[in-house]
Antibody, heavy 119, light 108 residues
Framework: QVQLQESGPGLVKPSQTLSLTCTVS??????????WTWIRQHPGKGLEWIGS???????YYNPALKSRVFISVDRSKNQFSLKVSSVTAADTAVFYC???????????WGQGTTVTVSS | SYELTQPPSVSVSPGQTARITCSGD??????AYWYQQKPGQAPVLVIN???ERPSGIPERFSGSSSGTTVTLTISGVQAEDEADYYC???????????FGGGTKLTVL
């Protein structure tokens, strides 16, 4: 059974870069057809897609965030990462990593990690 | 920008049927997915590709699609079904991921 676990600093200063990593265990990370995705949830609000990286390495970003977001993969460590630059208080949220296969829904999620942007 | 529209809240008594709708112009061309999220927890996929129920999801959860609207139906609602529910579309190489705003299901 695949498991995803987010990790990274819980506190980031304004204007700095937020960096998170999702570690995938239990298989499938290098399998054909999977998308590895970052999603955030502002306090008390709904889910917001940040972006995804396909098994091939192709990336897809939310147009609203595209200028500040970068997603990469480290296959040797079964990890994919998120960077959000020039953060403000509006980036304070719970960040989730998740996976889905081709046109299936997101069937595996990390537990989420809270990131607060504050000086 | 493209939006998926859900009602903010739905309330039902235990044992009744809850229906949560999600509307979007692209839904006739894209699959929809439904997630259940309880407080402090990650979302859980309860309906895949409009109407498929993933393994482990109770039979009382079902999904349907008609034109630009998809519907999550929970038959015989139980207290444990009280949660936020989100619809989602897209997610392949030619369509971005979109989430609806979420619907809070209250079991009276």
């Amino acid at each position: 059974q695949v498991q995803l676990q987010e990790s990274g600093p819980g506190l980031v200063k304004p204007s700095q870069t937020l960096s998170l990593t999702c570690t995938v265990s239990g298989g499938s990370f290098n399998s054909v057809g999977y998308y590895w995705t970052w999603i955030r949830q502002h306090p008390g609000k709904g889910l917001e897609w940040i972006g995804s990286i396909y098994y091939s390495g192709s990336t897809y970003y939310n147009p609203a965030l595209k200028s500040r977001v970068f997603i990469s993969v480290d296959r040797s460590k079964n990890q994919f990462s998120l960077k959000v630059s020039s953060v403000t208080a509006a980036d304070t949220a719970v960040f989730y990593c998740a996976r889905h296969f081709e046109r299936d829904g997101m069937d595996a999620w990390g537990q989420g990690t809270t990131v607060t942007v504050s000086s | 920008s493209y939006e998926l529209t859900q009602p903010p809240s739905v309330s039902v008594s235990p044992g009744q049927t809850a229906r949560i709708t999600c509307s979007g112009d692209a839904l006739p061309q894209e699959y929809a997915y439904w997630y259940q999220q309880k407080p402090g927890q990650a979302p859980v996929l309860v309906i895949n590709k409009d109407s498929e129920r993933p393994s482990g999801i109770p039979e009382r959860f079902s999904g349907s699609s008609s034109g630009t609207t998809v519907t999550l139906t929970i038959s015989g609602v139980q207290a444990e079904d009280e949660a936020d529910y989100y619809c989602q579309s897209g997610g392949s190489s030619d369509t971005f991921v979109h989430f609806g705003g979420g619907t809070k299901l209250t079991v009276l």
